[in-house]
């Protein structure tokens, strides 16, 4: 609901003309209210110039989308280009600007509260994503250098220092443009200030550089990701030479970890590991998806102080032992996400899993359980398993062998839990040949019977409907939900493959010339 206030708001700046002259004349504690009416509208300009002589001391654009009085729809989902780019080349004129009419007192930019989603809404329906901002900041921020250097301008320029809080995203590509954006910062009135990393396609050298011009020290969320061959040795002398105390969040790429290559020398490794992340005190976010850590959980886990609230150690072949550790761990009474993906749970440690659920039933928001054989056989223990969970809000079981008697079983109880909201559920076993195998390749995924697919789909929300659950959403990503950073970055992250891929024939090539 738009009050009276928004409504006018939106008026005066659907004529970009006039709201531009306008804006000298405007209150300061307008501006917000035009801001958000300019974004909803995409109405570049008329945001380039509220930007340009932003009059008040913080500029959140989380706060300025999300939910407000006179307008509680929350569009801090809509990365949009238009907007976003002009809010940014706003900025850099803000710096610029000397005949603005109002005093300069910005001192706080804080651009993280932009959500990346699959779905936009705003009508030029491009985005620009996390990458992309990460890009577009580093370059305007030497773009104005070079104009201060050029140009005379006012000396109180010189005296501006503007923290733009932001979560960057660095890859091969943008690589060069950001280092050259962070080491100039102490130079540059814009003063970029990292509050959670993603790296991607980068070489070890490269990673580490960057992570201390981020000044590791103030860094909430640390992501490497993919093509960064980080191994465990890797980290040790990432951990040994940079500190990172306010960190809550630690995503490390797959094989970071690989016990099956373990000697006797590598065990230390692994507890300096764990004692290093001990001293994070804020950890309470860690993903490990494609670790090889069988019996070594505890080693790295039990030095951690402080409980974590999402963990993520999905194809990690977890044994007996790590599963007994985790059901009895300080972690289980406080997970809020937790994803096991990749693990037979229902037959290979059914009571230690089970445990481990019930411990955290009364944290548990989002519980993932994709490709862990769960059957027919097993949906009744699963079913005890989930009632207790009264929080959960997600559940994603996709690949696994149920049928659609079981799905329907499954989502009469989904329809008790009070905070769901999202479902991910497998094409039932009944839809495929008869010959398919458990997992299911990626080339047969989708060589099912659609039409009856579609019949027992239909049958499943029917079953929502009935319970008055329409609030719940069901579907079957058969590859796999969106993720915003795969789809900005696909394209390099192909390539980068092809290359490394390229590059170990060459060396294999190399190493069987020089046998012969």
């Not at 069988?294 to 977890?318: E, F, H, M, Q, Y």
Request: glycine share 2%; charged share 20%.
């Amino acid at each position: 609901m738009k009050s009276l206030r928004f409504i006018s708001a939106e008026a005066l700046v659907s004529n970009a003309q006039l709201a531009r002259k306008s804006l000298s004349s405007v209150a300061h504690n307008l501006f917000p209210l035009l801001f958000k009416a300019s974004y909803l509208l995409e109405q570049g300009e008329v945001i380039h110039d509220l930007v340009e002589n932003w009059p008040l001391a913080d500029f959140n654009i989380g706060k300025l989308l999300g939910t407000t009085v006179d307008y509680q729809e929350d569009i801090s989902s809509r990365a949009c280009c238009v907007c976003l780019e002009s809010c940014l080349v706003g900025l850099r004129d803000y710096v610029l600007n000397c005949s603005s009419p109002y005093l300069k007192r910005l001192k706080v930019v804080d651009l993280t509260g932009i959500k990346d989603v699959e779905v936009q809404l705003c009508k030029c329906k491009k985005t620009l994503g996390r990458w992309a901002r990460t890009e577009l900041l580093s370059k305007l921020c030497f773009e104005l250098l070079v104009e201060m250097q050029r140009l005379q301008f006012n000396p109180c320029i010189f005296d501006i220092a503007i923290d733009i809080l932001i979560d960057l995203f660095v890859t091969e590509r943008n690589y060069e443009l950001v280092v050259q954006a962070l080491l100039m910062r102490c130079h540059c009135p814009l003063k970029i200030r990292c509050v959670a990393f993603r790296a991607d396609s980068l070489t070890l050298r490269k990673l580490f550089y960057i992570i201390k011009l981020t000044d590791p020290s103030s860094l909430r969320k640390l992501e490497v990701v993919h093509n960064i061959r980080l191994e465990m040795e890797h980290l040790e002398v990432l951990f040994n030479n940079i500190h990172f105390p306010l960190l809550t969040s630690l995503t490390l790429p797959a094989r970071a970890f690989n016990v099956q290559r373990f000697a006797a020398e590598d065990e230390p490794i692994l507890m300096t590991i764990g004692e290093k992340m001990s001293q994070m005190t804020q950890l309470t976010e860690l993903s490990l998806a494609f670790s090889t850590l069988t019996g070594k959980i505890r080693k790295l886990l039990s030095p951690l102080k402080t409980p974590l609230k999402l963990l993520d150690v999905s194809n990690c072949a977890l044994n007996h032992a790590d599963m007994a550790y985790l059901a009895n761990s300080l972690h289980s009474n406080h997970l809020e996400v937790l994803d096991l993906s990749g693990h037979n749970v229902a037959d290979l440690y059914p009571s230690t899993f089970f445990k481990l659920l019930s411990h955290c039933s009364h944290t548990l928001k989002i519980l993932i359980l994709e490709e862990c054989n769960i059957q027919d056989i097993h949906v009744n223990m699963l079913i005890l398993g989930l009632i207790p969970c009264r929080k959960l809000q997600e559940f994603k079981f996709l690949g696994n062998p149920l049928s659609s008697r079981a799905l329907k079983c499954l989502f009469n109880v989904f329809s008790d839990l009070p905070k769901l909201k999202y479902i991910e559920f497998p094409v039932p076993r009944d839809c495929y040949p008869n010959n398919v195998t458990y997992p299911i390749d990626d080339a047969d995924l989708s060589k099912f019977d659609h039409q009856k697919y579609e019949s027992v789909s239909e049958e499943l929300n029917n079953i929502l409907l009935h319970a008055n659950r329409e609030d719940i959403k069901a579907s079957t990503p058969l590859f796999g939900g969106y993720d915003a950073a795969i789809q900005e970055t696909g394209n390099e992250l192909g390539a980068y493959l092809l290359k490394s891929f390229k590059d170990t024939l060459e060396n294999f090539n190399k190493a069987l010339q020089e046998m012969n």
